[in-house]
Protein backbone atom coordinates (compact mmCIF):
# COMPACT_ATOMS: atom_id res chain seq x y z
CA UNK A 1 0.00 0.00 0.00
CA UNK A 2 1.24 3.30 -0.67
CA UNK A 3 3.13 5.31 2.09
CA UNK A 4 2.84 1.91 4.45
CA UNK A 5 6.38 1.20 5.51
CA UNK A 6 5.45 -2.17 7.36
CA UNK A 7 6.64 -5.65 6.08
CA UNK A 8 3.80 -7.18 3.59
CA UNK A 9 3.17 -10.94 5.61
CA UNK A 10 -0.17 -11.23 4.36
CA UNK A 11 -0.96 -12.19 0.72
CA UNK A 12 -3.88 -11.10 -0.73
CA UNK A 13 -5.48 -11.68 -4.13
CA UNK A 14 -5.14 -8.69 -6.49
CA UNK A 15 -7.68 -6.24 -7.30
CA UNK A 16 -8.75 -7.72 -10.23
CA UNK A 17 -8.97 -11.38 -10.82
CA UNK A 18 -6.06 -11.61 -13.63
CA UNK A 19 -3.56 -14.02 -14.92
CA UNK A 20 -0.36 -12.87 -16.36
CA UNK A 21 0.85 -14.49 -19.67
CA UNK A 22 2.11 -17.20 -17.84
CA UNK A 23 1.68 -17.91 -14.66
CA UNK A 24 -0.59 -17.83 -11.19
CA UNK A 25 -2.54 -14.72 -10.18
CA UNK A 26 -0.15 -11.67 -9.16
CA UNK A 27 -0.86 -11.69 -5.54
CA UNK A 28 0.11 -8.97 -3.45
CA UNK A 29 1.66 -8.65 0.01
CA UNK A 30 0.34 -6.19 2.48
CA UNK A 31 1.05 -5.55 6.06
CA UNK A 32 -1.20 -7.10 9.25
CA UNK A 33 -3.20 -3.70 9.46
CA UNK A 34 -3.84 -2.86 5.86
CA UNK A 35 -4.85 -6.85 4.71
CA UNK A 36 -7.47 -6.91 7.64
CA UNK A 37 -8.92 -3.65 5.94
CA UNK A 38 -8.69 -5.16 2.68
CA UNK A 39 -10.37 -7.89 4.13
CA UNK A 40 -13.38 -6.14 5.15
CA UNK A 41 -13.74 -4.47 1.75
CA UNK A 42 -13.20 -6.99 -0.60
CA UNK A 43 -15.70 -8.85 -2.31
CA UNK A 44 -14.25 -11.65 -4.78
CA UNK A 45 -17.70 -11.81 -6.88
CA UNK A 46 -17.86 -8.20 -7.66
CA UNK A 47 -19.11 -7.34 -11.25
CA UNK A 48 -19.65 -11.24 -12.10
CA UNK A 49 -22.43 -12.74 -13.24
CA UNK A 50 -24.30 -15.58 -11.08
CA UNK A 51 -23.00 -18.02 -13.85
CA UNK A 52 -19.67 -16.81 -13.14
CA UNK A 53 -19.82 -16.90 -9.77
CA UNK A 54 -21.30 -20.53 -10.01
CA UNK A 55 -18.43 -21.24 -12.05
CA UNK A 56 -15.48 -19.75 -9.60
CA UNK A 57 -17.27 -21.83 -6.49
CA UNK A 58 -16.42 -25.07 -7.74
CA UNK A 59 -13.46 -26.99 -6.45
CA UNK A 60 -10.42 -25.88 -8.77
CA UNK A 61 -12.26 -23.53 -11.13
CA UNK A 62 -10.32 -22.55 -13.65
CA UNK A 63 -7.53 -24.95 -13.52
CA UNK A 64 -9.10 -27.57 -15.29
CA UNK A 65 -10.21 -25.47 -18.08
CA UNK A 66 -7.12 -25.36 -20.03
CA UNK A 67 -5.71 -28.45 -19.14
CA UNK A 68 -4.10 -29.86 -22.55
CA UNK A 69 -1.29 -32.58 -23.27
CA UNK A 70 1.97 -32.10 -23.47
CA UNK A 71 2.62 -31.96 -27.40
CA UNK A 72 5.94 -33.49 -28.62
CA UNK A 73 7.71 -32.77 -25.17
CA UNK A 74 11.33 -32.90 -24.56
CA UNK A 75 11.81 -31.38 -28.37
CA UNK A 76 14.99 -28.93 -29.02
CA UNK A 77 12.84 -25.89 -29.56
CA UNK A 78 9.44 -26.56 -27.92
CA UNK A 79 8.44 -24.04 -25.55
CA UNK A 80 8.24 -24.53 -22.30
CA UNK A 81 4.93 -25.99 -21.10
CA UNK A 82 2.74 -23.16 -19.94
CA UNK A 83 1.29 -22.75 -16.34
CA UNK A 84 -1.82 -24.11 -17.82
CA UNK A 85 -0.37 -27.40 -19.20
CA UNK A 86 0.32 -28.18 -15.32
CA UNK A 87 -2.63 -30.97 -14.65
CA UNK A 88 -1.37 -30.45 -10.49
CA UNK A 89 -1.02 -27.05 -10.18
CA UNK A 90 -1.16 -27.10 -6.18
CA UNK A 91 2.58 -28.86 -6.40
CA UNK A 92 3.64 -26.09 -8.81
CA UNK A 93 2.20 -23.12 -6.84
CA UNK A 94 4.13 -24.36 -3.70
CA UNK A 95 6.90 -25.01 -6.01
CA UNK A 96 6.91 -21.54 -6.59
CA UNK A 97 6.41 -20.48 -3.53
CA UNK A 98 9.35 -21.96 -1.97
CA UNK A 99 11.34 -20.86 -4.72
CA UNK A 100 9.68 -17.05 -3.60
CA UNK A 101 10.72 -17.83 -0.16
CA UNK A 102 14.15 -19.00 -0.98
CA UNK A 103 14.82 -15.62 -2.75
CA UNK A 104 12.76 -13.49 -0.04
CA UNK A 105 15.08 -15.48 2.58
CA UNK A 106 17.62 -12.64 4.92
CA UNK A 107 21.06 -13.71 6.23
CA UNK A 108 21.57 -16.45 8.69
CA UNK A 109 24.09 -13.27 9.95
CA UNK A 110 21.40 -10.98 10.02
CA UNK A 111 23.50 -8.85 7.77
CA UNK A 112 20.54 -6.65 5.70
CA UNK A 113 20.18 -7.34 1.60
CA UNK A 114 18.93 -4.48 -0.42
CA UNK A 115 17.22 -5.40 -3.73
CA UNK A 116 20.20 -4.57 -5.44
CA UNK A 117 22.24 -6.65 -3.15
CA UNK A 118 20.02 -9.99 -4.01
CA UNK A 119 20.17 -9.09 -7.99
CA UNK A 120 24.14 -8.79 -7.70
CA UNK A 121 24.04 -12.06 -5.71
CA UNK A 122 21.79 -13.67 -8.37
CA UNK A 123 24.20 -12.25 -11.17
CA UNK A 124 27.17 -14.03 -9.53
CA UNK A 125 24.91 -17.37 -8.29
CA UNK A 126 25.72 -16.85 -5.02
CA UNK A 127 23.39 -18.12 -1.85
CA UNK A 128 22.34 -15.22 0.48
CA UNK A 129 24.30 -16.12 2.86
CA UNK A 130 27.70 -16.32 0.65
CA UNK A 131 31.26 -14.85 2.84
CA UNK A 132 33.82 -12.07 0.99
CA UNK A 133 35.44 -15.33 0.71
CA UNK A 134 32.82 -16.92 -1.79
CA UNK A 135 32.53 -13.71 -3.17
CA UNK A 136 35.81 -13.22 -4.23
CA UNK A 137 35.88 -16.61 -5.22
CA UNK A 138 32.39 -16.12 -7.48
CA UNK A 139 33.73 -13.03 -9.32
CA UNK A 140 37.32 -14.58 -10.12
CA UNK A 141 35.49 -17.48 -11.56
CA UNK A 142 32.84 -15.62 -13.95
CA UNK A 143 35.47 -13.11 -14.62
CA UNK A 144 37.99 -15.72 -16.07
CA UNK A 145 35.21 -17.44 -17.65
CA UNK A 146 33.97 -14.47 -19.78
CA UNK A 147 37.12 -12.11 -20.15
CA UNK A 148 37.79 -12.05 -23.98
CA UNK A 149 41.31 -12.87 -23.15
CA UNK A 150 40.39 -16.31 -22.14
CA UNK A 151 38.02 -16.74 -24.97
CA UNK A 152 40.77 -16.48 -27.97
CA UNK A 153 39.64 -12.42 -28.08
CA UNK A 154 35.79 -13.08 -28.54
CA UNK A 155 34.27 -10.56 -27.05
CA UNK A 156 30.55 -11.76 -27.25
CA UNK A 157 30.80 -12.19 -23.59
CA UNK A 158 31.23 -8.67 -22.84
CA UNK A 159 28.10 -7.74 -21.63
CA UNK A 160 27.81 -11.14 -18.98
CA UNK A 161 31.56 -9.58 -17.79
CA UNK A 162 30.47 -5.52 -17.40
CA UNK A 163 27.23 -7.20 -15.35
CA UNK A 164 29.83 -9.52 -13.05
CA UNK A 165 32.53 -6.81 -12.69
CA UNK A 166 29.36 -4.63 -11.44
CA UNK A 167 27.82 -7.23 -9.33
CA UNK A 168 30.93 -7.46 -7.81
CA UNK A 169 31.80 -4.18 -7.08
CA UNK A 170 28.36 -3.30 -5.71
CA UNK A 171 28.63 -6.14 -3.32
CA UNK A 172 31.91 -5.72 -2.25
CA UNK A 173 30.98 -2.14 -0.47
CA UNK A 174 27.65 -3.69 0.62
CA UNK A 175 26.73 -4.13 4.19
CA UNK A 176 26.65 -8.08 4.21
CA UNK A 177 30.55 -7.90 2.82
CA UNK A 178 31.66 -5.11 4.92
ZN1 LIG B 1 0.50 -1.68 5.35
Not at 56 to 70: D, I, L, S
Not at 87 to 106: C, K, N, T, Y
Amino acid sequence: MDGCTNAGEFRAPPEEVRRAADGPPQWRWLCLDHVREFNAKYNFFKGMSAEEINEAQRPMAGWERETRAFSAAGTTGTPPPRWADFSDPLDAIGARFRQRMQEARGRADGRPLSGDDRRALKALGLDVDADRKALREAYTALARRYHPDQNGGDRSHEKALQEVIAAYQHLRKAPAFA
